[in-house]
């Protein structure tokens, strides 16, 4: 059973950037569709970004859109979020999941993924 842990969160001031790294063990990521979400305090869970298997294929929500980007190394088994022109309205705890999906399929809805790790607290400060 694949397991995952994100790492990489932190407080950075608007407009800076952060890198969020998921990384699978006790299982290999091949054919698994990855997606990242937030929940803000007080907020439901959104869709932030999602990655088809091997990595041909992304989607992004249109609050993100132009500002992240996801992508895979599929040797290490890692997912990353790269984020960049931070805003406030960011902060949120994020979360990797996984879901196994055939050959670019990628996913936006949580209820799809079967895998989740812990999260990641991301705070940008004003």
């Known amino acids: 059973q694949v397991q995952l842990r994100e790492s990489g969160g932190g407080l950075v001031q608007a407009g800076g950037s952060l890198r969020l790294s998921c990384a699978a063990s006790?299982?290999?990521?091949?054919?698994?569709?990855i997606g990242w979400f937030r929940q803000a305090s007080g907020k439901e869970r959104e869709f932030v970004a999602t990655?088809?298997?091997?990595?041909?294929?992304?989607a992004y929500a249109d609050s993100v859109k132009g500002r992240f980007t996801i992508s895979r190394d599929n040797a290490e088994n890692t997912v990353y979020l790269q984020m960049d022109s931070l805003e406030p309205e960011d902060t949120a705890v994020y979360y990797c999941?996984?879901?196994?999906?055939?050959?670019?399929?990628?996913?936006?809805?949580?209820?799809?993924?079967?895998?989740w790790g812990q999260g990641t607290q991301v705070t940008v400060s004003s």
């Open positions: 006790g299982g290999t990521l091949s054919g698994y569709a």
């Open positions: 999941a996984a879901i196994q999906a055939g050959p670019g399929r990628w996913l936006a809805q949580d209820s799809q993924y079967g895998y």
């Open positions: 990655i088809s298997w091997p990595g041909a294929y992304t």
